[in-house]
């Protein structure tokens, strides 16, 4: 399968606890994403990384997440000390353009996120 | 003003139907364009990229008008697995995509 892979595909938390969420791109691609869509919400950027920068984390809440992507390994979205509100799908997309212009990105499956 | 703005519907069109949807966006500095689809609970697919040329694939048809920030998708002779919602996404650089709520189509016999 060469397609985005996030694992695991449903989470359940308690509130206070950490959910760490995987993402894989595609084969070849090296830049990675991360959104997050609340229930009946639009989609909505977090996070765009390449291997081991973080490149633009202008949708990140201040606190409690946080992402990387090592040289090794898949992209990490890691969120401490879940709350409710943090029940929703995250969606990873990669693509294979540099930063200058914006190319096509690619989903993967989603991890949907539920705060008991 | 939300970034990219999308009728949400629903549509519900009878199969062999041609429905158009369009979108509106605010920031003139965009510089990419796309239509995704979603099915329900599932993750977004993309449909295709839209250019100031115009382009088609199949039964479909983008527009783009940068003088109006407009974009539009028109599905010619709908089938039944066209249901879904339709986002309309605007890149405006660095990678960063925006996108709208959606619109939700319906096809039915």
């Known amino acids: 399968n060469a397609g985005v892979m996030q694992n695991p595909r449903h989470l359940v938390r308690r509130r206070g606890q950490e959910a760490r969420l995987r993402c894989s791109p595609m084969k070849g691609h090296s830049h990675v994403y991360w959104y997050r869509q609340l229930p009946e919400e639009g989609l909505k950027f977090m996070v765009y990384l390449q291997k081991e920068n973080i490149i633009d984390e202008s949708g990140m809440p201040k606190e409690r997440f946080s992402a990387e992507f090592p040289k090794e390994g898949p992209s990490i979205l890691r969120i401490q000390q879940v709350v409710r509100g943090d029940s929703a799908a995250y969606f990873c997309?990669?693509?294979?353009?540099?930063?200058?212009?914006?190319?096509?990105?690619?989903f993967g499956p989603g991890t949907r996120l539920t705060v008991t | 003003r939300k970034e990219v703005e999308q009728d949400p519907g629903p549509f519900n069109v009878p199969e062999g139907a041609t429905v158009a949807f369009n979108c509106t966006y605010s920031?003139?500095?965009?510089?990419?364009f796309f239509w995704y689809r979603q099915d329900c609970r599932k993750e977004p697919k993309l449909l295709m990229s839209v250019y100031s040329s115009g382009n088609e694939d199949g039964r479909f048809t983008a527009q783009l008008n940068r003088a109006s920030q407009y974009i539009s998708l028109l599905i010619r002779d709908s089938k039944l697995s066209d249901s879904a919602t339709y986002l309309c996404?605007?890149?405006?650089?660095?990678?960063?995509?925006?996108f709208g709520t959606g619109t939700q189509l319906k096809v039915e016999l």
């Open positions: 920031n003139s500095a965009s510089q990419s």
């Open positions: 996404v605007v890149g405006l650089g660095g990678n960063k995509l925006t």
């Open positions: 997309a990669s693509s294979s353009q540099g930063r200058l212009t914006t190319y096509e990105q690619y």
